[in-house]
């Protein structure tokens, strides 16, 4: 999941400057990987009976299962392979991200999970709505929810097509089109059949099998150095030529000016506090029976993507040493082919078939359960807590989230392929920006601040969710930035003539962040809105104790 925001996703690529090993190979692995979890979706599905069972999967996931979970929803494909091409090419540099991925768990532990377990259902609209009033807040945590999910599938579809470009030797849009809508059919299918449980199922299997795929791979890239550290950074050093000591110092990639100095502050602010607001994320802790269950799986959690990044490390500087900056920057997908092409190195045509298909597989675990987000959120805050007033059946509920998840994966699917090829790398870093600054701060003031009102939430989500778009818009990630050496441009518009940005900053995380949470804290003074003290000593019990929250059901 958030590691995509490193490299985004694959940018479409070239013709293949050289063909690394055997596309069948490759389709047949992943294939298998299809039918085995389409079998689990099936069998996972038998217990679909209610909208607990649809959105949060009875509740019926322990600690560890959940935490291997959120492990595979956390760590997307370009998590694996754009930190590894990272890694490869800017060494310190690269390693920052998978620092930051990690420390954002932190903060999702020391200040949602538990709490957030306790006083929700299904959806984190409602821990929002709690002691505020229902409808418009609802509204605007769904509206934020879709914004960010939306964003973030959007990339990891478009990815879809630069991976394949990369695995199976596709250069055509067409071709790439094609794997975009085969993917978002997948999606579509796990997700309506199996909701939370198979989706679960598949993202713990997949978690699984990339650990499991980085862990081998790490243990072959230190047996050829004698499990001696020190020898392999030195290879990377060697093989990189000239300038190879600043692999092990930072500012390889983001230079010393103000500038990029602030604009990697930014990025990282996004990072660490997105992370704690993201609705598909949150979502996670409703599977579980309690809350030290949802503790539990936190604590797996971090263990989990601490250890896989630990091995990013090893498989960084191994693709550096072994494969080499200049081939790594040379092949499809550039830096993003860094770690198939050390599988490739390492074992030949049977291990990238293997990596290979686990890198594709992730990218269909992750899109899932963004899917089942956006269909929970918009089935249960907007068409049963608004359109209807809260007086709907849960059968007729679970409907219309199917129809959601087939609408969402269809416009995913075009919205995909509108995309390939284009600069989508901004994508997920503003899905990290939008829930970092309209989604966090009214999770913060409903939880821990007794005079917060609606007022307080809707200034501050609306507000944080606009400058965040607003920003980016103007920014150069859309239009103006240009690659000093090719004379290309970088931007989303690749036209270099048209350049509107007027925001510097690449991520307006450093602005719209502190910018949500003001707004939120001005709405809340200005507004006549009395408080409820109840209502917060209320939820307050709730979220401290678990009294009242929803319990697990048993089949």
Known sequence: MSGTVLAGVLPAATAPAEQIGEPVVNIAIFGAFVLVTLVIVFRASRNNRSAADYYAAGRSFTGPQNGTAIAGDYLSAASFLGICGAIAIYGYDGFLYSIGFLVAWLVALLLVAELLRN?????MADVLSFRLKQRPVRMAAAISTLAVVFFYLLAQMAGAGGLVALLLGLDTVAAQSVVIAVVGALMILYVLVGGMKGTTWVQIIKAILLIAGAGIMTVWVLARFGFNLSDLLQGAIDVAGEGGETLIEPGRQYGASALTQLNFLSLALALVLGTAGLPHVLMRFYTVPSAKEARRSVVWAIWLIGIFYLFTLV??????????????????????????????????????????????????????????TAAASFAHDIYASVIKRGEVEPDKEVRVARITVVVIGALAILGGIFANGQNVAFLVALAFAVAASANLPTIIYSLFWKRFNTAG??????????????????SPVVSGKVDPATGESLSMIRDTSVDFALFPLENPGIVSIPLAFLLGIVGTLLSKEQPHPEKFAEMEVRSLTGAGAEKATSH
């Open 119 to 123: 006083t929700g259902r299904f959806t």
């Open 457 to 474: 939430a809707l200034w501050s989500m609306y507000g944080g969710l606009i400058s965040c778009l607003v920003l980016i818009a103007f």
């Open 315 to 372: 498989l960084g500087y191994g693709a550096g040493a072994l494969v080499g900056p200049e081939r790594i920057a040379s092949a499809p997908g550039r830096a993003n082919s860094a770690a198939p092409l050390l599988a490739y190195e390492l074992g030949g045509v049977l291990l990238l078939g293997i990596i290979s298909a686990v890198a594709f597989a992730t990218i269909l675990a992750v899109v899932a359960g963004l899917t089942i």
